[in-house]
């Protein structure tokens, strides 16, 4: 279940991929399609998050911040 941090309310342009950043920011960027390069991000919006290990951090269909606890589990691969 996800756990949501900061209320923002960022509206999605289509074609662009929203990330939260390593300064905990909400940042955005151009997608590559096919031979078109992908853009340089751009800061969407500033929340300044504290990154705990163990979580994933996301934009979710609201355009909010929230963050899930990461799940592990599975076999081990085999070399």
């Not at 929340?47 to 990461?70: N, P, T």
């Amino acid at each position: 279940m996800a756990e949501k941090l900061v209320k923002l309310g960022v509206k999605r342009a289509k074609g662009f991929l929203y990330y939260i950043d390593k300064q905990g920011d909400v940042s955005c960027a151009k997608m590559a399609r096919g031979a078109k390069k992908g853009g340089s991000p751009k800061k969407v919006a500033k929340c300044g998050i504290k990154r705990k290990e163990g979580y994933l951090y996301f934009l979710d269909k609201k355009g909010d911040v929230s963050c899930a606890k990461m799940k592990r589990g599975g076999k081990k691969k085999k070399r």
